[in-house]
């Protein structure tokens, strides 16, 4: 790994980064290959997080750090910029306010190329199958801590089964609370407790339907 | 002594011994009625929150005939007209914010700001009544202002009011059923009182890189103001734990420096503080605590009951039995999508596993919500004393 750019970032050093950005900048880099660097360092904080050198607070300082990027680069990026096919809806369930975890996980995909429609928190089931029906998702991510709002997963998947969709959408429930038995119980596809198994499940997913298109 | 005396005296012990990580006659059972309760008597979340006799009401017809021996309180845990008295933004409350049979949620924000650091330092009870209370109150925005004075005194009086009836309902819960009480007074880890309450989760994250010099003296200030609170809120009680629910600690937020650099100092310090004072911790550990078990090790012999959450229970019982009583074993989930059988098997395997030499109270891991059954929660209870018997 040589490049200066990707190290800053995968090393989390968030004055070095931004000041490598401006420089590149004006020494007239492409906000693609600049955001592409960046996307790299990310990727070594993912990995770092998979096998534990880096925890959550890492994270979370990783996407500050590229949202200060992009900031930079908003000017210089073309408005038509280039994203992968598939495209995942997220949100946080009925009843509940919590983000971390989803804005984490739709942070990382969105930094690995994918189309991610956050629909934020305290989402109605309704809300979420017209999502999916309007965006042509391939997977919907359902995010939930308290254990009381589980119920109203299950509405989301028994409203896919009544709207037709639910064959051409896999649900991946996350968070704190869930389980084995949430997932059978909700009648979601995959569940996960934390971000490295998150996105395994999404890559494996994503993988297998990019194949298929 | 009258029966229910006699009953309070031997449960009572039970718990003593337990605490004090011997083998009692019978592994202690802790208790509480959650907001699963709702479902069964008619109400909604909202009247149980805000209408605190009718919420003391199901209670006292819930325990009669329940063989536990520590409760842990009712299903709402806050009494929302104190906040609204003073407009408060910290919750959002059945009925207020979210559904009526939704729970309360914290309403979280960067209450204190980056450039506040310097002046809470210097004082953290200053700068929380000058500029914490109007940050977080739209009643106190101007402090001094008639508007202001009118609503501090009306959450003063509300909290007043709530800590009397609660006072009465408990007196009247322990004479009546013959229950003990699991805790008295409330305080929290230095670090969670920032991250939670005051930056925020992504705030004091943020901090541990960008100003973690700041975070350090921020915990420094807390502390002493954290053992006060839990030594002085129990009124120098000091047979029972404080409570204390733990939140960033956990796995995986910190990585382990952080963990070791700005969490564990000065909650170490707030633990040892209160101990020196004879008054012991209830360490809430929700979520999971695995990887710092050997650090929390270092603690002086039974200065804390050690609640398990998602924490591995074998690595618990192996690293922290023998020295600190031990408390949880039952998964909240369980008591949402199991049966009275599997609620029954569980409880038998977790004695065989975590009780057999003492220093164990059953509990569930965590806070258990309104999705839980009744049914399942009474066969917690049955189960305890149908294996619990040492």
Same mark, same amino acid.
């Given at each position: 790994m040589k490049d200066e750019l990707q190290i800053a970032m995968a090393d989390l050093d968030e004055e070095r980064t931004l000041m490598l950005v401006e420089e590149r900048v004006k020494a007239g880099y492409s906000s693609v290959e600049i955001i592409e660097s960046c996307r790299r360092g990310v990727e070594v904080v993912g990995e770092k997080y998979s096998d534990s050198h880096y925890y959550l607070s890492d994270l979370i300082m990783s996407e500050e750090i590229l949202k +200060?990027?992009?900031?930079?680069?908003?000017?210089? #990026? /073309? !408005?038509?910029?280039?994203?992968?096919?598939?495209? #995942? %809806?997220? +949100?946080? #369930?009925?009843? @509940?306010?919590?983000?971390?975890?989803?804005?984490? =996980?739709i942070y990382l995909l969105r930094s690995s190329g994918y189309q991610v429609h956050d629909l934020g928190v305290d989402v109605t089931p309704e809300r979420f199958i017209q999502a999916v029906n309007e965006t042509k998702a391939s997977i919907l991510g359902i995010s939930v801590l308290l254990s009381f709002c589980i119920g109203s997963i299950k509405k989301v998947v028994d409203l896919? $089964?009544?709207?037709?969709?639910?064959?051409?959408?896999?649900?991946?429930?996350?968070g704190y609370p869930v389980n084995q038995e949430v997932k059978e119980f909700t009648g979601a596809d995959f569940y996960a407790n934390d971000v490295t198994e998150a996105m395994r499940i999404y890559r494996e997913i994503l993988e297998i339907k990019e194949d298929s298109v | 002594m009258n029966e229910k005396e006699m009953l309070y005296q031997k449960r009572l012990e039970r718990?003593? !011994?337990?605490?004090?990580?011997?083998?009692? @006659?019978?592994? /202690?059972v802790a208790f509480g009625v959650g907001e699963w309760i709702t479902k069964y008597t008619g109400t909604t979340l909202q009247e149980i929150y805000y209408d605190l006799d009718k919420s003391n009401n199901v209670v006292s017809e819930m325990l009669p005939g329940l063989d536990f021996d520590i409760f842990k309180g009712g299903p709402a845990l806050w009494w929302p007209p104190m906040f609204d008295a003073m407009g408060s933004k910290l919750y959002k409350f059945p009925g207020m914010g979210v559904d009526e049979n939704s729970t309360f949620q914290f309403n979280e924000q960067e209450y204190m700001k980056a450039d506040d650091y310097d002046e809470f330092i210097a004082s953290p009870t200053e700068w929380l009544v000058n500029h914490y209370l /109007?940050? &977080?109150?739209?009643?106190?925005?101007?402090p001094g202002s008639y508007r202001s004075t009118v609503a501090l005194i009306k959450g003063a009086a509300a909290f007043a009011m709530q800590g009397g009836i609660m006072a009465a309902a408990w007196g009247k819960w322990t004479m009546e059923n013959g229950i003990v009480g699991q805790g008295t007074g409330f305080t929290k880890a230095p670090f969670d009182t920032l991250g939670d309450a005051l930056r925020g989760m992504k705030g004091v994250l943020l901090d541990l890189r960008r100003r973690p010099e700041k975070v350090l003296a921020a915990c420094d200030a807390i502390t002493p103001h954290n053992v006060n609170c839990g030594l002085a809120?129990?009124?120098?009680? !000091?047979r029972f734990?404080?409570? %204390?629910?733990?939140h960033r600690g956990a796995y995986p937020f910190l990585n382990p420096k952080q963990w070791d650099t700005f969490y564990w100092p000065s909650l170490k310090a707030t633990i040892e503080g209160m101990w020196a004072k004879g008054k012991r911790m209830l360490f809430y550990a929700e979520g999971d605590w695995t990887p710092y078990l050997e650090k929390i090790a270092e603690l002086p012999d039974k200065s804390i009951i050690f609640q398990i959450d998602t924490t591995d229970a074998k690595k618990a019982k192996k690293i922290l039995g023998g020295r600190f009583c031990l408390q949880g074993g039952v998964p909240t989930t369980l008591l949402t999508y199991?049966?009275? $059988?599997? %609620?029954?098997?569980? =409880?038998?395997? !977790?004695?065989?596993?975590?009780?057999? @030499?003492?220093?164990? =109270?059953?509990?569930?891991? +965590? %806070?258990?919500?309104? @999705?839980?059954?009744? $049914?399942?929660?009474?066969?917690? &209870?049955?189960a305890a004393r149908k294996y619990g018997i040492y």
């Open positions: +200060g990027v992009m900031r930079i680069l908003e000017p210089y #990026i /073309p !408005t038509n910029g280039s994203v992968k096919g598939l495209s #995942i %809806v997220m +949100g946080t #369930i009925e009843g @509940d306010i919590h983000d971390l975890g989803k804005n984490i =996980i896919l $089964e009544d709207a037709g969709l639910r064959d051409k959408v896999k649900v991946v429930v996350g | 718990y003593m !011994t337990a605490m004090d990580c011997g083998k009692p @006659d019978m592994v /202690p /109007p940050n &977080i109150s739209t009643e106190l925005e101007n809120g129990a009124g120098a009680d !000091t734990p404080c409570f %204390v629910p733990l199991g049966t009275p $059988e599997k %609620v029954k098997e569980h =409880i038998k395997r !977790t004695f065989d596993e975590l009780a057999c @030499d003492g220093g164990f =109270i059953l509990d569930t891991g +965590g %806070v258990v919500m309104g @999705d839980a059954k009744k $049914e399942n929660a009474i066969a917690m &209870i049955e």
